[in-house]
């Protein structure tokens, strides 16, 4: 513990805690939590009863259609960032999402934004008037930054004292600024940003708005909960084993994991920084796959490689998304489907979502054809994975956890068990495994015949039940082989059509393991309601061909929505 605090761990969770509440208005208080049996899904109309009209009405606006507002003047800056905060009050004390709460800053630069707006008749930028929230990675001036930690409480990562603590802001912050967005909220995390469910001992367990019964995932599990409960329109997330791409889909989101180096990571908090043989990568979650583009479109017109070292000098390339456009409506996309990884099976729900998605491209005449890599090379890629996060043994998070003698979290027990650290011939034998399989997996799709993209899980779950997330093999994988990955919501569970397919022969412990929970005598219905959602995975920087493909399957998911 910080020898110049006597106060216990619980003493400081608790009064930080109390302060993240503290700092909604009276106003915005709920009188009364409801529990989980009594109101299972708090998204929707539920919370939209402690809301004006006039806050329905903008809240359940996308970022896309918020800025068509903001930026032509039908909308004030202040009236939606009021709307937004209001709806994330109520978010945060339905859920725990919240680690920061900073609204009347916000409002004031919604007030600059709004008189920007009068004297120059225009708006500042693209971004303009749009409430983003972020992530707690992020810095922001007179904001702390904990990640989950309390010895990081008043603090520059766990250094007291250091004047950066409240005036230092990360790369990506500025240029939102810039851009014209307006910065409200950072959200919650799990310590150590290891782990694929959000819970830490400042916030405790942060839930799925739409079943609560579930985990909003993680590590940007808070982000998750808050876009799926509307108190954002978009935010950021990052991500080193699934962290964008897990909370996007467990709640119904659209996210994008984008390759390294494309958008900038500059000044933010991080575990096991220095660490590059896989690097964490920033991207977008938002709850249209046009928001998702609207934030990396614009993000991408500040021009983060003039500011961050590491990011590739690639702005928005709109003839690649053209001419993806052009190959859906000429029949002439191949989109691959990865049905099982050799090592879990997805759960019923999962697999409808993979035979609807397939119908979907077979249907408007482009093609859909099995996906299967060389036999297990996605765990031989998450086992060299894993082994980057443990090259310093856990010497980086057993530090912060040692600033406060706060207890680790029971997940992440296992991702650091004491062990040595790596020596520079072990890395460099570990960045050669990679390489290797990175070429192997190059090859195997090359020789698809023109595959552009293909089609998998986030997990074997629709949503993790807490404690239970036991796989990350579906988006590991990707961030082993550094490929950029779009989530897309299909479809969500239900009860009376995902049944337990009684002929499945688990292929290992594991698999057993995780079909067993479909079998559960303690809620046999648990997973009924929760959202199901696949992403798209493309070749390294093609994020643009991404989103387009994922805006043309959301059209095409509508359409069979409502015929």
């Known amino acids: 513990m ?9 003493k400081l969770a608790a009064a930080k805690r109390e302060a993240i509440l503290d700092s909604i208005p009276a106003k915005w208080r709920l009188a009364n939590i409801p529990t989980v049996d ?42 939606v960032a009021e709307a937004f905060c209001h709806r994330a009050s109520l978010g945060h004390q339905l859920v725990n999402c919240l ?61 007291k004292g250091d004047p950066r603590s409240k005036t230092f802001e990360s790369e990506m912050v500025r240029e939102l600024r810039a851009l014209g967005a307006v910065l409200y909220c950072k959200t919650a995390v799990p310590t150590t940003l290891m782990c694929g469910e959000t819970v830490n001992n400042i916030i405790g367990y942060t839930w799925n708005p739409t079943n609560r019964h579930l985990s909003c995932g993680g590590s940007s599990g808070g982000e998750g909960a808050l876009i799926a409960l509307g108190g954002s329109p978009g935010g950021f997330g990052t991500d080193i084993g699934g962290s964008i791409r897990i909370p996007s889909a467990f709640n119904g989101l659209f996210g994008l994991r984008p390759t390294s180096g494309r958008l900038p990571y500059e000044g933010m908090a991080n575990s096991m920084d220095g660490q590059n043989s896989v690097l964490s990568v920033v991207g977008p979650l938002a709850s249209s796959a046009g928001g998702v ?53 997805p759960h019923p729900p999962l697999k409808r979502a993979l035979s609807l998605l397939r119908d979907v491209v077979a249907r408007s005449g482009n093609k859909a054809f099995d996906w299967q890599p060389p036999a297990s090379s996605h765990e031989a890629v998450t086992a060299l994975l894993i082994k980057t996060w443990n090259y310093d043994g856990g010497a980086d998070v057993r530090k912060d956890f040692a600033l406060s003698g706060e207890p680790w979290a029971p997940p992440l027990l296992d991702v650091w068990k004491e062990r040595p650290p790596a020596d520079g011939a072990g890395i460099a034998e570990t960045n050669r495994a990679l390489r290797a399989r990175r070429k192997e ?9 023109g595959g552009d993209v293909f089609v998998a899980p986030c997990a074997p779950f629709a949503a993790a039940r807490p404690g239970r997330f036991d796989y990350i093999g579906y988006t590991s994988f990707v961030n082993g082989l550094d490929l950029p990955s779009v989530v897309v919501p299909v479809t969500t569970v239900d009860k009376g059509v995902d049944v337990v397919d009684a002929g499945y022969r688990p292929v290992s412990e594991l698999d057993k393991k995780i079909q067993s929970d479909l079998k559960s005598t303690d809620d046999p219905e648990i997973y009924d309601g929760a959202p199901v959602s696949l992403q798209i995975v493309g070749r390294r920087y093609q994020e643009e061909k991404l989103l387009a493909i994922a805006e043309w399957l959301e059209g095409e998911l509508k359409k069979a929505s409502v015929s």
């Open 2 to 10: 910080d020898s110049t605090d006597d106060a216990s761990w619980q």
């Open 38 to 79: 009594e109101q299972r899904n708090v998204t929707g109309a539920y919370i939209e009863q402690f809301l004006s009209p006039k806050e329905v009405e903008i809240t359940q606006a996308d970022s896309v259609g918020i800025v068509e507002k903001t930026t032509s003047g039908a909308w004030s800056a202040v009236e």
């Open 99 to 159: 680690h920061e709460a900073f609204f009347d800053a916000a409002l004031a630069d919604a007030k600059e934004l709004d008189a920007w707006y009068a004297e120059h008749g225009k708006p500042k930028g693209p971004l303009h008037g749009l409430p983003v929230s972020l992530k707690d990675q992020f810095h922001v001036r007179g904001v702390d930054t904990t990640m989950g930690y309390v010895g990081w409480i008043d603090s520059f990562q766990g250094q």
């Open 293 to 345: 583009k609207l934030l990396t479109k614009s993000i991408l017109s500040a021009e983060p490689w003039l500011h961050d070292p590491l990011v590739a000098e690639i702005p928005w390339r709109a003839d690649l998304e053209a001419q993806t456009k052009d190959r859906i409506a000429s029949s002439q996309l191949n989109v691959g489907f990865l049905d099982h990884d050799g090592a879990v099976a």
């Open 441 to 449: 997996y190059l090859d195997y799709w090359n020789g698809t015949g």
